[in-house]
């Protein structure tokens, strides 16, 4: 799928589209609606879910793949770059 479709897959279908994303990463509790509309103009998403952006960020790749890069951090003020593994950010 090219990025065009899959950002013309997110307009057309958004409810569809972002549940299979949040699919896509670990939840504590799984979410019961992914999205409610019931309190115009305000939105919720994947409703009753929770999720630890900590673990699904580091946690479940570190064992999988340690050494493999997880970010790479550049300086707004020198440019200077420096990167990460998932174990790296473990110790940091």
């Not at 979410?31 to 009753?48: K, V």
Request: hydrophobic share 35%; glycine share 2%.
């Amino acid at each position: 799928m090219s990025f065009s479709e899959f950002y013309q897959r997110s307009i057309n279908e958004p409810e569809q589209f972002w549940a299979e994303q949040a699919r896509r990463i670990d939840w504590q509790t799984p979410f019961t609606q992914t999205l409610d509309h019931s309190n115009p103009p305000f939105a919720r998403w994947f409703c009753e879910g929770r999720t630890n952006l900590c673990h699904n960020a580091i946690d479940r790749w570190l064992e999988k793949q340690p050494e493999a890069l997880a970010l790479i951090a550049v300086s707004s003020e020198t440019e200077e770059e420096r990167t990460f593994t998932f174990a790296s950010c473990m110790t940091k």
